[in-house]
Nanobody
C-alpha cells in the first residue's frame, strides 16, 4: 500500500523559509517521479513542482518564481521542498503526490 507522510509545515513570517518533507513507502520510490501540490484556502489544487526519478526538477513558474527547490533522497525514500522568501499567498496545505496517492498534507501559514 502506498503511503505518503508529509511534515515540516508551520507558521512563518513573510520572507521566511521552510523545508517540507514527504516520507514514502509501499512502492519503489527510486522508480517514480514525484510531485508537490498545494491547496490554498478556498481554491483548487495547484501543482507546485515535480521531480523525475533521477532528480531533474520542474517548477510552476507562476507559483515558485525561483523561490522553491524540490529534491529527493532515494536512499531515504524522502521528497523535499525547500521554500524561501515565503509570501502570504503561499499559505496552503501542501501535499506530495504520486498517481492517485496523496499524503495527509502539511499546513503552511505565512503571516505576521
Amino acid at each position: 500500500e502506498v503511503e505518503l507522510v508529509e511534515s515540516g509545515g508551520g507558521l512563518v513570517q513573510p520572507g521566511g523559509s521552510l523545508t517540507l518533507s514527504c516520507l514514502a513507502s509501499g512502492f519503489r520510490f527510486n522508480d517514480y517521479a514525484m510531485r508537490w501540490v498545494r491547496q490554498a484556502p478556498g481554491k483548487g489544487l495547484e501543482s507546485v513542482s515535480t521531480i523525475t526519478w533521477n532528480g531533474d526538477p520542474a517548477y510552476n513558474p507562476e507559483l515558485t518564481k525561483d523561490r522553491f527547490t524540490i529534491s529527493r533522497d532515494n536512499a531515504k525514500k524522502t521528497l523535499f521542498l525547500q521554500m524561501n522568501d515565503l509570501k502570504p499567498e503561499d499559505t496552503a496545505i501542501y501535499y506530495c503526490n504520486i498517481g492517485d496517492a496523496w499524503g495527509q498534507g502539511t499546513q503552511v501559514t505565512v503571516s505576521t
